[in-house]
């Protein structure tokens, strides 16, 4: 069956950094989009990143270009959100979903499937 899982979330002070991942099973990476997605509560989701699984590019918000790096690895069929200077604001739950069409975009609508989320709280 399709399923995306997260996994990496956890408490981390300012300044820290913390790795998520994304596996997903039931399909392949190879032909498809993986966003990375976030919501605070009372707060609209979040677009922060996404990946082409078939040429590699990738997009960023605004709020973490420079800070966070996604990559991916088909072989694993994973997805990775590497975040290093971590700030109060970045706390929320952080979701994969997959764009079946390709589509690169940071739009939530845009997504077909999503993962249960995990959560990241930045705090001193």
């Known amino acids: 069956q399709l399923q995306l899982v997260e996994s990496g979330g956890g408490l981390v002070q300012p300044g820290g950094s913390l790795r998520l991942s994304c596996a997903a099973s039931g399909f392949t990476l190879d032909s498809n989009t993986i966003g990375w997605f976030r919501q605070a509560p009372g707060k609209e989701r979040e677009g922060v990143s996404c990946i082409s699984s078939s040429d590699g590019r990738t997009h960023y918000s605004d709020s973490v270009k420079g800070r966070f790096t996604i990559s991916r690895d088909n072989g694993k069929n994973t997805v990775y959100l590497q975040m290093n200077s971590l700030k109060p604001e970045d706390t929320a739950v952080y979701s994969c979903?997959?764009?079946?069409?390709?589509?690169?975009?940071?739009?939530?609508?845009?997504?077909?499937?999503w993962g249960q989320g995990t959560q990241v709280t930045v705090s001193s």
């Open positions: 979903a997959v764009s079946y069409l390709a589509i690169v975009s940071l739009e939530p609508l845009h997504y077909d499937y």
